[in-house]
């Protein structure tokens, strides 16, 4: 027997003839030829502007565009144009958001000069970690509990929300990965704290962080403390291109962590954040810049 999924999914991808046998392929009400359709399907492969449609990606308006555009041709809604998409290949999903003021050229440039910069340092026997911070929330939630059927009952939750914040430093060398706590806010402070116990425990003579462009990690006490005869002048700083944070290995290890507690719901903050913090600890991550996860979207939106 069929089961309700299947039929939905031969329904999205063939629609009445999914039901009725003997149409599946047919042309009949088309208003589009299969030549158009094939055209279509390769001006969706390349951005909007390239067939002089002034948007940023890919929408029923801009559909709508296009096909008028080219073909003289308007569908009656929009749900024609959404299936019109499904059948040319396209998905619906969440875009990963980018800063408007993010050069990507320049991003490409410094990139480069950091790899072979990190490339140089390891191979010199540096230790070379790449370093971030981040905010874990807690909420304690339940949504549902099991009860006898026709009864109802409440429970007294707390709707305080509690955070903390972490430093994390990834090695290139060993693929592992420190956490440290940090206490209160994200400040220089914190960070000269957490990169005094990263230097005291990895125990290396040379040590190179990689780190973003946070306002703290340009403060004037932590440029002193990496200046000759400094606390810290056998660290050296190497920062990532501004707008850039998918180029840090240490963000993509905090999305991993993020996403396993995602849907578990936890008692306490401290457990929320023991489980964040084991996930991390129990696992080796090998990211660097040349390899970093492929972040993937997921939407249950059939728009």
Not at 62 to 86: C, E, K, P, T
Not at 183 to 192: D, L, M, S, T
Not at 257 to 283: G, H, L, M, V, W
Not at 289 to 300: G, R, S, V
Request: hydrophobic fraction near 40%.
């Amino acid at each position: 027997a069929r089961t309700v999924r299947e039929w939905l999914s031969d329904w999205r991808r063939s629609r009445l003839c999914s039901v009725v046998s003997g149409h599946a392929g047919n042309q009949n009400a088309a208003k589009l030829t299969r030549d158009q359709k094939a055209q279509l399907e390769e001006a969706l492969r390349l951005p909007p502007e390239q067939s002089g449609i002034k948007a940023q990606f890919w929408d029923v308006p801009a559909l709508r565009d296009v096909v008028q555009a080219r073909f003289g041709i308007q569908y009656a809604s929009n749900s024609s144009y959404q299936l019109l998409m499904r059948f040319l290949g396209m998905s619906f999903k969440l875009a990963d958001p980018f800063d408007k003021r993010r050069d990507e050229e320049a991003i490409t440039q410094r990139m480069a000069q950091i790899r072979q910069e990190v490339a140089d340092l390891l191979a010199g026997g540096w230790e070379v970690c790449t370093v971030d911070e981040v905010r874990i929330e807690h909420e304690a939630e339940t949504r549902r509990m099991w009860l006898p059927k026709g009864e109802r009952t409440k429970i007294h939750v707390d709707r305080t929300r509690s955070a903390h914040s972490f430093f994390g430093a990834l090695s290139l060398r060993s693929k592992k990965m420190k956490v440290y706590p940090i206490e209160g806010n994200q400040n220089a402070e914190q960070i000269i704290l957490a990169l005094a116990r990263l230097i005291r425990e990895t125990g290396a003579n040379k040590i190179a962080v990689v780190l973003d462009n946070a306002a703290f990690h340009h403060a004037r006490a932590l440029k002193e403390m990496i200046e000759p005869g400094g606390q810290f002048e056998s660290l050296r700083l190497i920062y990532l291109p501004p707008y850039a944070p998918d180029h840090n290995p240490t963000e993509h290890v905090w999305n991993a962590a993020k996403a396993s507690i995602a849907n578990i719901q936890k008692d306490t903050p401290e457990n929320t954040c023991a489980a964040f913090i084991d996930y991390i600890n129990s696992r080796t991550f090998d990211y660097d810049f040349e390899h970093l996860p492929i972040k993937t979207q997921t939407n249950d939106l059939d728009s």
